[in-house]
């Protein structure tokens, strides 16, 4: 569980022409349908998406909205952006759209008086299990978020009461990068751990526990 956490990866590139077999493909929505729940709604639905069709209408849609977004950068930034691979709808062997159905009455409720977001973050955990146990087979997942969801709805007939949560694309791959591409390619690092605690309150600060868990947390990411 550790090595698929740690050694788990965006993938955008590497994708290899080779079929996805039904098996691996229903282990890895079978433990995506397994993750936890607020209440136990299981809000998720998944459309998979394998028809060459559909995937270059996505493709298009993409294009699109990838050259609003990176309107937004400037100078060298904007020169990395424009070098990134961004998406991977038709190299990838299959495409899958994870859904939320925040309306559903499984569940009664529970959980979600105070905070009906929780629908979605259980979808979200979804798709996490979905990624970790892609990694465990030797499957590549890349989750494409430069999208119009109101085409891609139109795209996948999707009712307008259930909400896009993420469009993720499984296969085969040449080989896992040792390090997110993000990382290597010099877009963002890594925040130590120790810059993302707190204690007791937001903002509380413990050093002696800070720096052990710190120290603990960079032996376990050696350890891989």
């Known amino acids: 569980m550790y090595r698929a956490i740690y050694e788990r990866r965006d993938v955008r590139s590497r994708f290899v022409a080779e079929p996805l077999p039904a098996d691996v493909l229903s282990r890895i929505l079978d433990a995506a ?9 299981q809000p998720w639905e998944f459309i998979v998406i394998a028809d060459a069709g559909v995937r270059r209408d996505v493709r298009e849609q993409f294009d699109a909205a990838n050259r609003r977004a990176a309107d937004a950068y400037v100078g060298e930034r904007r020169d990395l952006y424009d070098r990134l691979k961004l998406e991977a709808i038709v190299d990838a062997a299959v495409n899958v759209c994870v ?11 529970l959980g979600r008086q105070t905070m009906p977001e929780m ?3 259980s979808a979200v955990c979804a798709i ?11 499957v590549g997942v890349g989750w494409i978020s430069i999208l119009d969801v109101d085409a891609i709805r139109r795209i996948l007939a999707i009712p307008p009461h259930v909400v896009v949560v993420g469009y993720l694309c499984l296969g085969y791959v040449s080989a896992f990068e040792p390090e997110p591409e993000l990382a290597s390619r010099g877009w963002e690092h890594r925040v130590p751990l120790a810059e993302a605690l707190h204690f007791e309150r937001y903002g509380g600060t413990d050093t002696i526990r800070a720096q052990a868990l710190a120290q603990l947390s960079e032996t376990a990411g050696r350890g891989r």
């Open 33 to 41: 349908h397994h993750a936890p729940s607020v209440g136990l709604m």
């Open 99 to 109: 859904t939320c159905d925040p309306t559903i009455v499984r569940g009664h409720g």
């Open 119 to 121: 629908a979605m973050y």
């Open 128 to 138: 996490q299990n979905c990624w970790l146990a892609a990694r465990a087979e030797g």
